[in-house]
Nanobody, 118 residues
Framework: EVQLVESGGGLVQAGGSLRLSCAASGFTFDRYVIGWFRQAPGKEREGVSCISISDGRSDYADSVKGRFTISRDKANNTVYLQMNSLKPEDTAVYYC???????????WGQGTQVTVSS
């Protein structure tokens, strides 16, 4: 069974840090791009960051650039999102996504809640 399991969410004060983890199993990890998305109440799901497992290329949304860092641990089939200088506007459910092409495949984790208080 293909699985993406997120962990590391929680409640943090503004200016604090959290590290999210996405643990993958059931597919060939090296062939995928792994991304983090988030969805706040009343808003559409938004791409936050992504990383190519094979070559480490990464990208970030403008809203998190300079504050968040995505990384991969190929030995443990895990992608991390280090979130620093957190703001209340970062509050959302964060989802891990895996995608490859060809052939096209896409999988989603179940999400982890991040809440940032003032």
């Amino acid at each position: 069974e293909v699985q993406l399991v997120e962990s590391g969410g929680g409640l943090v004060q503004a200016g604090g840090s959290l590290r999210l983890s996405c643990a993958a199993s059931g597919f060939t990890f090296d062939r995928y791009v792994i991304g983090w998305f988030r969805q706040a109440p009343g808003k559409e799901r938004e791409g936050v960051s992504c990383i190519s497992i094979s070559d480490g290329r990464s990208d970030y949304a403008d809203s998190v650039k300079g504050r968040f860092t995505i990384s991969r641990d190929k030995a443990n089939n895990t992608v991390y999102l280090q979130m620093n200088s957190l703001k209340p506007e970062d509050t959302a459910v964060y989802y891990c996504n895996g995608e490859r092409s060809p052939p096209w495949r896409r999988y989603w984790g179940q999400g982890t809640q991040v809440t940032v208080s003032s």
